[in-house]
């Protein structure tokens, strides 16, 4: 007999006469472990069950023989004092964890096969049904391309319906964002989600027609809305490209004792950042300098988008100042001839 600690009982661990011929050894330290911890989980503890010899042959029929015993070991009382204590009877223990881990597996497994026909059938016709929805909108604003006048008024009857709709948007906001807004409402992630999307799959140059499979295919609009294209341009790489464009422009000179005196020659003809306050007459107070890395790329990043966004503005706006000056040209071509014939 020996005390359990973990039990808070004593416990005697009976062995039977079959077990007294046999001699064998655990080669693996594996198999002595589970059998122990096996007879400890049933409430029993295994003390010189099986004595040590120098053959394996027979370690898993003296495995198996013992497993046996522990199954069928009935629950036993002993006295100690006046206190009674009665052991847990193996097989219970065993079959309700059995039953616990069937449960769960069977659980888990269901939701399972719920979750794929789910994915190939109500999930899919959803996807299917909000990629075709995406897929008019992206074809509404591919009909908004282009300088014809068709697409000219179609452009200015988006902000026209957008300002009847009271919402409000920044100058440089793009069509297709306004486009899904007007459709789907101003919750500002939906809307971002979905407009990055299609602007991915306008910059893939995907058709309207191919929409719904450039998403399918490309594992869903998530995935396409989150992963970058191989060409774009990092943080580092937008800096570098201001930084050249930014020195052909000046705009002022600032200049005083302090900021002299905060002057470190390596970093002549280098960029900075200045934090000023701007004033009623234009002019700016400079409040501080700040040189680090970080917030200077951040910077230059932040100016390359604003400019990239202008350029494209004022792109568009040569390419419609070429037309309506190609169509003068034509007219007046047309009264010219007139007057000769």
């Given at each position: 007999m020996k005390k359990n600690a973990s039990l808070g009982r004593s416990l005697l661990f009976i062995k039977p006469k079959y077990f007294g011929t046999q001699k064998n050894t655990f080669t693996s330290l594996q198999q002595q472990t589970l059998l122990s911890t096996r007879c400890r989980l049933k409430g029993y503890i295994m003390t010189n069950v099986i004595a040590q010899s120098t053959t394996s042959t027979n370690a898993n029929a003296t495995i198996a023989m013992v497993s046996e015993f522990v199954?069928?070991?009935?629950?036993?009382s002993i006295n100690e004092g006046n206190s009674t204590a009665t052991t847990h009877t193996v097989s219970a223990t065993a079959k309700a964890a059995d039953l616990a881990f069937t449960s769960t597996q069977k659980t888990l497994e269901l939701l399972t096969h719920k979750r794929e026909a789910w994915e190939q059938g109500a999930y899919r016709t959803a996807n299917q049904y909000l990629y075709q929805l995406l897929a008019e909108c992206y074809a509404f604003y591919k009909s908004m391309e282009g300088a014809t006048d068709a697409a000219k008024a179609k452009r200015q009857a988006l902000k026209d319906y957008?300002?009847?709709?009271?919402?409000?948007?920044?100058?440089?906001?793009?069509s297709i964002n306004r486009i899904v807004a007007c459709v789907f409402g101003v919750d500002r992630r939906r809307v971002s989600a979905y407009a990055t999307a299609l602007r991915k799959a306008l910059n893939n140059k995907v058709e309207?027609?191919?929409?719904?499979?450039?998403?399918?295919n490309a594992g869903g609009l998530e995935e396409v809305r989150t992963n970058k294209s191989p060409?774009?341009?990092?943080?580092?790489?937008?800096?570098a490209i201001a930084s050249k464009r930014i020195s052909a422009k000046k705009l002022g000179t600032v200049q005083s004792e302090e900021l002299k005196q905060q002057l470190d020659a390596a970093k002549i003809g280098a960029n900075t950042v200045l934090l000023g306050t701007w004033n009623a007459d234009g002019s700016i107070d400079v409040r501080a300098v700040v040189d680090g890395t970080?917030?200077?790329?951040?910077?230059?990043?932040?100016?390359?988008?604003?400019?990239?966004?202008?350029r494209e503005k004022a792109e568009i706006e040569q390419q419609q100042s070429t037309i309506q000056q190609q169509k003068l040209d034509a007219a007046q071509a047309a009264a010219d001839q007139a007057l000769v014939a």
């Open positions: 199954n069928a070991m009935p629950a036993v957008c300002v009847f709709r009271n919402l409000k948007f920044n100058d440089s906001t793009h309207p027609k191919n929409l719904v499979d450039f998403f399918f060409t774009a341009l990092t943080v580092n790489d937008k800096a970080g917030v200077l790329n951040a910077a230059l990043a932040s100016y390359y988008s604003a400019d990239k966004a202008a």
